[in-house]
């Protein structure tokens, strides 16, 4: 029979000022207690380990609406994407434009943000008079870059890119054979020089991609300038990593192993423009495991993502962020969610599928997906009952209810390898994202409206649309809907 769907905000609020959100979860022996304070935003969670969440905004898009309202819900850290390069801000000679860098700059400012200073010298984006210059003549015209706009931002930044990938690519762990350092093999000691008595209050980073590896060429290479730069006095503060990542360019297996290593030399590490092409729970586990990575580095500051959606992305059609073009959640804001809540890194292994680490037995909500094959009963963390199948109906369409606990094959639900969850041979089935909707069970397809996350927070959560298995009775027989995720314990669903 087809029943009603009820709305239950006042539900929430409720659940939000009582004890039942303190209530112990008891799974697989354990006991644990669900994150009352879990960050319910990306920059929120990550301040919890006193890191940041940042993205890379472009100053054309501040007049979108959707844009800014998840930039501003979401991060707390903010690089403009072109806006500070050197072609922006000094398009001609000694006559610099700071208008679309001040635009950014203010606007993470009025709304509480702090600003990564993206980037003072680097061998790309040169405007065309720089382009032309050689010798002591470039040199002098990009310290003076350099000084002249770290003194405009001086006291807004937090950190600078002072340089930008100067190292070649490949294996011979090479100078960039670029105009800047055919000034000379100091002229990114000179830049540091200059950024730091023009802006002495920001952390002053070099910034480069495809130094993940921990051996590979370039990185060693970076690696053994930043300890010169230390073991000299030279002012360097931290060490940006772009990870970029997809396919051809995964994430090496030693990456945990790379950010160590640089913070032992007694400077900060921030991963900067991050993405990751794929999608789904692939492309998701890969977010979570370079979020366990910075989590296990306690000098790892925090994490960039390069753009606020799929659709703002220069790798637009490999969706490597964590937003769709919809502006829509993906599975893998919801796993970097996840684990920045948990407060946990790891030794991430980046072997392509991702690593989930060893945060627990199975069965402790710090075990976010439990191991496929394993059945088990999913009680309610609130009301006491548990997720079931009415009379086993496997037709398709049938909604679930819950029901006191009894342990019979129709309240037998069972994760599998491939995210979805089943019972009695059909799959848990989101129909659509809109609050309220019946959660029902059909033939399973594959679609990732068929896949669901265990959280951290004994959530049962949808792949595709984001919405958890929520309910608001206790009654026998009571719907088992969907609704927007938050840490309300009628969404908190125990294995035993």
């Not at 940041?52 to 994407?81: C, P, V, W």
């Not at 669901?452 to 009775?473: K, P």
Request: aromatic content about 8%; charged content about 15%.
């Amino acid at each position: 029979m087809t029943r009603p769907l009820h709305r239950r905000r006042s539900t929430v609020r409720r659940a939000a000022g009582l004890g039942t959100l303190t209530a112990v979860v008891l799974t697989a022996g354990l006991a644990v207690t669900p994150a009352q304070a879990a960050g319910s935003t990306l920059h929120e969670a990550a301040d919890e380990s006193g890191r940041y969440y940042g993205t890379a905004i472009a100053g054309h898009k501040l007049s979108d609406s959707q844009y800014t309202t998840i930039a501003n819900r979401e991060f707390d850290m903010i690089t403009a994407e072109n806006e500070m390069k050197l072609d922006a801000t000094e398009p001609n000679q000694g006559q610099f434009n700071f208008s679309a860098g001040d635009q950014i700059v203010n606007w993470a400012l009025n709304n509480g943000k702090q600003v990564r200073g993206h980037t003072l010298a680097w061998h790309s984006q040169q405007p065309q008079w720089m382009q032309n210059m050689e010798g002591s003549q470039l040199r002098q015209a990009m310290l003076n870059h350099v000084t002249q706009v770290a003194t405009h931002y001086r006291g807004k930044i937090h950190s600078w890119d002072v340089v930008n990938e100067a190292f070649e690519d490949g294996n011979s762990g090479a100078r960039r054979n670029s105009n800047l350092q055919r000034t000379g093999n100091d002229w990114i000691e000179a830049a540091f020089r200059a950024a730091r008595t023009a802006d002495p209050g920001a952390k002053l980073c070099y910034n480069d991609y495809n130094t993940d590896d921990w051996s590979h060429a370039k990185t060693q290479a970076v690696y053994n300038m930043v300890a010169d730069f230390k073991n000299r006095g030279v002012p360097i503060d931290c060490v940006g990593f772009q990870a970029h990542f997809n396919s051809g360019n995964p994430v090496p297996s030693n990456y945990h192993e790379t950010l160590q290593n640089f913070a032992d030399l007694g400077v900060d590490v921030q991963i900067t423009e991050l993405d990751i092409e794929g999608s789904g729970t692939s492309q998701a586990e890969q977010f979570r495991g370079i979020t366990q990575a910075c989590m296990a580095v306690s000098r790892c500051q925090g994490i960039t993502v390069w753009g606020v959606r799929d659709s703002d992305s220069w790798r637009s059609q490999g969706t490597p962020l964590l937003f769709d073009g919809n502006g829509n959640k993906k599975a893998a804001y919801n796993y970097v969610l996840d684990q920045l809540n948990s407060g946990e890194g790891s030794d991430y292994d980046g072997d392509g599928g991702g690593d989930p680490g060893d945060p627990g037995d199975p069965g402790d909500p710090g075990d976010p997906t439990p191991p496929p094959g394993d059945s088990t009963s999913l009680q309610n963390a609130q009301y006491g009952t548990c997720l079931d199948l009415p009379n086993g109906n496997t037709a398709n369409g049938t909604e679930l209810q819950t029901y006191s606990c009894w342990g019979g094959d129709p309240q037998q639900f069972t994760f599998n390898s491939d995210g979805t969850l089943t019972v009695q041979g059909v799959c848990v089935d989101a129909p659509s994202g809109s609050n309220g909707t019946a959660a029902q069970v059909y033939a399973c397809h594959g679609g990732a409206n068929q896949q669901w996350e265990y959280t951290s927070n004994g959530q049962v959560r949808n792949v595709q649309h984001g919405v958890c298995l929520d309910i608001y009775s206790g009654d026998n027989g009571s719907p088992v809907q969907l609704y927007s995720c938050h840490t309300g314990a009628n969404q908190s669903w125990n294995r035993v």
